[in-house]
């Protein structure tokens, strides 16, 4: 089976040619612009942008290919683009948010998500974690049964959270093994295939009448949708085999937890939300019913085509035949990119200094990042017009996972984040975030104590 993220229309992959940008693009635009605004070049040489009218527009998308679904609640996976002013976005669009760490629930509440629609998702929940969550009225899901019993503990009488309890169909992975959730030996969820299992969540959820959710992830990048649609399947007979069980609608809502494989390969969105809809409707009809509400948690596959990086050329050389662009944007923006390239591959295109789309033959030449090891190449022997000192070069669809989770590498610093709206061929532009100093890499590196280690050792402070 051919995978989502593979162009199943053109045949073209991301190592292949690529159409070079139309001088009028989107992208094309607003690099240009960014140019002339300063935003880009010698002394700016790395930045992100997020295209807004674009985030607002997928959104749009997601909501309408659920408008015949009753009662969805569609939650943003915070992971995915962990930037207050982006979340705030989607608040304002009309999201609830996933999150899964403690900074995570903060800036889900700093951008003005309201508790009942954040849901927390993690395996690994301390017990203050739990605690601040249900007096916030969080919706929160046990990763496992050992953390229900946590919640008994916690849990206060006038508790508002929703509850939920993650399992594991365990109906196998797709072609990204790291992505696949769903597997029989996957850390997430209580695992529903092993002895017994089914019975202990089926047990638990009957002792506990104020346990209602039942939460799965089958996966997102590599997984194709009848899997993930077959995960969530099994995972709505559960609940009505729970609700059988104790003999009433105990269970009343499904957190469908993951989301769509991108396609990195083109423009193409592909999969889409209503072929989503379709699969989940294939794989039980009864699961989008309305008898139970439905959380949804979509991530990549709302703001990854939303956004791309921008990077200053700062030499070119040749090594072994091989031309090497030596680029501002590596591992350092683009980590799974340069450590699984096969899994995640990113068109590049080539700008010349002015922001406008080089038009000059193709040359097969590798794409480097500044990172010092050999390892930090973002394109490898890709064919692109050619790149000289001073050119620029743009990283598509980067909008999720990439600028926004900052590997800190060689302490290089986190690039400036933009947000452009297009508006009659005109662009402007709004700071999401500002690029990180290097004071400010020192400081987050211990600068306060810097003699810490010289002038003996007190009890370390516990702020």
């Given at each position: 089976m051919l995978l989502p993220t593979e162009n199943q229309r053109t045949g073209r992959r991301a190592d292949q040619p690529t159409d070079q940008p139309t001088d009028d693009s989107p992208v094309a635009l607003a690099v240009r612009q960014a140019v002339t605004d300063g935003l880009l070049g010698e002394d700016r040489p790395l930045a992100g942008f997020v295209d807004v009218r674009g985030v607002r527009d997928s959104v749009a998308g997601l909501h309408e290919a659920f408008a015949q679904v009753p009662d969805v609640l569609h939650t943003f996976a915070a992971k995915a683009c962990s930037l207050v002013p982006v979340l705030r976005l989607l608040a304002d669009a009309g999201m609830g948010c996933e999150v899964a760490s403690p900074g995570e629930l903060r800036l889900a509440l700093d951008a003005g998500f309201p508790p009942p629609r954040i849901v927390l998702d993690s395996p690994a929940k301390t017990r203050r974690e739990i605690r601040e969550a249900l007096a916030l009225g969080v919706a929160l899901n046990a990763d496992n049964l050992d953390e229900l019993d946590r919640i008994d503990e916690l849990r206060p009488e006038d508790c508002a959270s929703v509850l939920g309890v993650r399992v594991n169909p365990q109906v196998g992975g797709g072609s990204i093994g790291a992505m696949s959730t769903a597997t029989a030996h996957s850390k997430f969820g209580v695992a529903l295939r092993d002895p017994g299992a089914r019975t202990r969540v089926v047990e638990a959820f009957a002792r506990r009448p104020w346990l209602t959710r039942l939460h799965a992830h089958v996966g997102s990048q590599g997984c194709p949708l009848p899997l993930i649609a077959e995960g969530l399947a099994q995972t709505h007979r559960l609940a009505e085999e729970i609700n059988a069980y104790v003999g009433r609608r105990q269970v009343t809502s499904l957190d469908l937890g993951g989301g769509l494989p991108v396609n990195f390969a083109d423009d193409t969105v592909t999969p889409t939300y209503p072929e989503y809809v379709a699969a989940l409707g294939a794989a039980e009809p009864a699961l989008l019913d309305g008898r139970y509400q439905v959380v949804t948690e979509f991530g990549r596959s709302l703001i990854a085509k939303n956004g791309f990086t921008a990077a200053l050329v700062e030499y070119v050389k040749d090594a072994g035949g091989r031309r090497v662009a030596l680029t501002h944007a590596g591992g350092q923006v683009a980590t799974r990119t340069v450590f699984?390239?096969?899994?995640?591959?990113?068109?590049?295109?080539?700008?010349?200094?002015?922001?406008?789309?080089?038009?000059?033959?193709?040359?097969?030449?590798?794409?480097?990042?500044?990172?010092?090891?050999?390892?930090?190449?973002?394109?490898?022997?890709?064919?692109?017009?050619?790149?000289?000192?001073?050119?620029?070069?743009?990283?598509?669809?980067?909008?999720?996972?990439?600028?926004?989770?900052?590997?800190?590498?060689?302490?290089?610093?986190?690039?400036?984040?933009?947000?452009?709206r297009l508006v009659d061929d005109r662009v402007t532009f709004a700071t999401i975030r500002s690029a990180q100093t290097v004071r400010e890499i020192s400081a987050e590196s211990g600068l306060a104590q810097a003699d810490a280690l010289l002038t003996g050792f007190a009890a370390p402070s516990r702020t």
């Open positions: 699984m390239p096969d899994d995640w591959p990113v068109r590049v295109s080539a700008y010349g200094p002015d922001g406008t789309p080089k038009r000059t033959p193709l040359v097969r030449q590798d794409v480097a990042g500044p990172l010092c090891f050999a390892g930090d190449v973002v394109a490898h022997d890709r064919p692109l017009p050619a790149l000289s000192e001073g050119d620029l070069v743009v990283l598509h669809d980067t909008g999720g996972y990439y600028f926004s989770a900052h590997w800190s590498y060689n302490s290089l610093p986190r690039p400036a984040v933009y947000g452009y």
